[in-house]
């Protein structure tokens, strides 16, 4: 790769950068950013050169993801029924209980193969030995999948023949794989099922995404106003009359699904859905109350989580997290707020967080009000020294820092395609990559050898 580039006559990688950027453009693949006031939606950044990993870090990746979304799914079905680990105090009961994602209401509910978690994104760090680390998990709708398949076609058509030189491994067969997840979802008694996937609408900052994975998969695409609960059996809208729906691939949170359950003053949701689930009628994925399983602060605890259902010690392990209900912990943190990165425990898209070597001391005296308010809803990690690559920022090539989200899908079995979305702070210097923050993203190439 290093003597490709040198070959390139001058200005060929702006050349190409700026084909790239048409591509984003003409393909629409757009994002929204909340935070900002310039309008709703931007093109999504895009660095031109990949990210190498190789085949054995690759290896390693996947048996860890493989690992930690099978001992989640153990620990979702056990507290929502038994609670084994809860009567063996691996975790405090408290702390499960008052998380704004556990949901009695799926107390006892049984879902298809016990797969709570069938969409992972898992954040994951390099950090200075080299060794990656998970840095956060994401089991309720995790976002950006389009963008790594996204990533590689715009690669493909800025590179023409470049994949076929250096034993890149395949990616575009995500849309398939996750199809067949969902099918292994539907209820026993359906041979041939029908998916949807249920979107919020077009101001969700993913909708992009959303028409994709569906276009990819070849389902509907709808919003809960085609839906329609019937005889306690789900129904979807079309010219022909009703259609059974069988699994629905929902990208809105539990909280909207259902008014008649949840919030009342939702209008993005069907009424009479979760009863229709309750009875085994229709699969979601993911299955309600699974944000429980990424709250920061039981992140916290799942190594022993590993531990406890599969006697094994994590193949990745997890960031250092100071939890603050604990007292001792609490002051450690109030008294490095400068150092530490605090985040929010039930947010996600790096909302809710506070860098502190990036801080100012209003925002540290704003959060430390925060956490005094209520250490539960918060927990502090060390600002770890993450990982550069090279990218190719305003026609120089320079190191920004990156982290790594597979994906791990889990129907039948569990599945990994090699790579993930590789998410660049593209602020030098920075360390924040969210993309709901501004960040950007290049192609990830897990080599064959």
Same mark, same amino acid.
């Given at each position: 790769?290093?003597?490709?580039?040198?070959?390139?006559?001058?200005?060929?990688?702006?050349?190409?950068?700026?084909?790239?950027?048409?591509?984003?453009?003409?393909?629409?693949?757009?994002?929204?950013?909340?935070?900002?006031?310039?309008?709703?939606?931007?093109?999504?950044?895009?660095?031109?050169?990949?990210?190498?990993?190789?085949?054995?870090?690759?290896?390693?990746?996947?048996?860890?993801?493989?690992?930690?979304?099978?001992?989640?799914?153990?620990?979702?079905?056990?507290?929502?029924?038994?609670?084994?680990?809860?009567?063996?105090?691996?975790?405090?009961?408290?702390?499960?209980?008052?998380?704004?994602?556990?949901?009695?209401?799926?107390?006892?509910?049984?879902?298809?193969?016990?797969?709570?978690?069938?969409?992972?994104?898992?954040?994951?760090?390099?950090?200075?030995?080299?060794?990656?680390?998970?840095?956060?998990?994401?089991?309720?709708?995790?976002?950006?999948?389009?963008?790594?398949?996204?990533?590689?076609?715009?690669?493909?058509?800025?590179?023409?023949?470049?994949?076929?030189?250096?034993?890149?491994?395949?990616?575009?067969?995500?849309?398939?794989?996750?199809?067949?997840?969902?099918?292994?979802?539907?209820?026993?008694?359906?041979?041939?099922?029908?998916?949807?996937?249920?979107?919020?609408?077009?101001?969700?900052?993913?909708?992009?995404?959303?028409?994709?994975?569906?276009?990819?998969?070849?389902?509907?695409?709808?919003?809960?106003?085609?839906?329609?609960?019937?005889?306690?059996?789900?129904?979807?809208?079309?010219?022909?009359?009703?259609?059974?729906?069988?699994?629905?691939?929902?990208?809105?949170?539990?909280?909207?699904?259902?008014?008649?359950?949840?919030?009342?003053?939702?209008?993005?949701?069907?009424?009479?859905?979760?009863?229709? !689930?309750?009875? &085994?009628?229709?699969?979601?994925?993911?299955? *309600?109350? =699974?944000?429980?399983?990424? %709250? $920061? /602060?039981?992140?916290?605890?799942?190594?022993?989580?590993?531990? !406890?259902?599969? &006697?094994?010690?994590?193949?990745?392990?997890? *960031?250092? =997290?100071?939890?603050?209900? %604990? $007292? /001792?912990?609490?002051?450690?943190?109030?008294?490095?707020?400068?150092?530490?990165?605090?985040?929010?425990?039930?947010?996600?898209?790096?909302?809710?967080?506070?860098?502190?070597?990036?801080?100012?001391?209003?925002?540290?005296?704003?959060?430390?009000?925060?956490?005094?308010?209520?250490?539960?809803?918060?927990?502090?990690?060390?600002?770890?020294?993450?990982?550069?690559?090279?990218?190719?920022?305003?026609?120089?090539?320079?190191?920004?820092?990156?982290?790594?989200?597979?994906?791990?899908?889990?129907?039948?079995?569990?599945?990994?395609?090699?790579?993930?979305?590789?998410?660049?702070?593209?602020?030098?210097?920075?360390?924040?990559?969210?993309?709901?923050?501004?960040?950007?993203?290049?192609?990830?190439?897990?080599?064959?050898?």
């Amino acid at each position: 790769m290093y003597r490709f580039l040198l070959q390139l006559p001058d200005n060929e990688l702006v050349h190409r950068q700026s084909a790239a950027d048409l591509s984003f453009l003409q393909q629409g693949i757009t994002f929204t950013v909340y935070a900002e006031n310039k309008g709703t939606e931007r093109i999504f950044p895009y660095d031109l050169l990949p990210r190498l990993i190789s085949n054995a870090e690759w290896q390693t990746i996947k048996d860890g993801m493989t690992q930690r979304i099978t001992a989640l799914n153990l620990f979702l079905k056990d507290i929502y029924h038994e609670g084994g680990i809860l009567k063996a105090g691996i975790i405090p009961r408290e702390l499960i209980y008052s998380s704004k994602h556990y949901r009695r209401e799926m107390r006892g509910v049984s879902i298809p193969r016990n797969a709570y978690v069938a969409i992972a994104g898992t954040d994951l760090v390099r950090v200075g030995d080299g060794k990656f680390m998970v840095l956060e998990d994401n089991l309720r709708v995790p976002s950006g999948v389009s963008y790594m398949l996204a990533n590689r076609q715009v690669m493909k058509h800025v590179f023409p023949g470049m994949f076929q030189h250096y034993g890149v491994q395949p990616i575009m067969h995500y849309g398939q794989t996750l199809l067949a997840t969902l099918r292994a979802l539907a209820p026993d008694h359906v041979a041939e099922p029908k998916i949807v996937l249920l979107s919020p609408g077009v101001f969700n900052s993913a909708y992009f995404e959303h028409t994709f994975l569906a276009r990819q998969m070849g389902v509907p695409l709808v919003e809960g106003r085609d839906l329609l609960v019937h005889n306690n059996f789900l129904y979807m809208r079309t010219t022909a009359g009703l259609h059974k729906v069988d699994v629905v691939y929902r990208r809105i949170d539990d909280d909207f699904l259902d008014p008649l359950i949840f919030r009342p003053d939702s209008i993005l949701g069907v009424s009479g859905l979760f009863n229709v !689930y309750r009875a &085994g009628n229709v699969a979601l994925a993911n299955a *309600v109350g =699974t944000g429980v399983a990424d %709250d $920061k /602060a039981v992140y916290a605890y799942v190594p022993q989580i590993i531990k !406890y259902y599969l &006697g094994e010690d994590p193949i990745i392990e997890n *960031v250092e =997290t100071y939890l603050l209900e %604990d $007292k /001792a912990q609490l002051q450690h943190v109030l008294g490095r707020l400068d150092q530490l990165v605090v985040k929010a425990v039930g947010e996600s898209g790096g909302y809710g967080m506070l860098i502190g070597p990036h801080s100012t001391k209003a925002m540290r005296e704003e959060f430390r009000m925060r956490i005094k308010a209520n250490p539960r809803d918060y927990i502090a990690q060390p600002t770890l020294d993450l990982s550069c690559v090279p990218c190719f920022i305003d026609g120089h090539i320079e190191s920004r820092h990156v982290d790594l989200r597979p994906f791990v899908l889990n129907g039948a079995e569990v599945n990994i395609v090699p790579g993930g979305l590789t998410r660049v702070a593209l602020q030098k210097g920075s360390l924040v990559v969210n993309s709901s923050q501004g960040g950007g993203s290049k192609d990830t190439w897990v080599l064959h050898e």
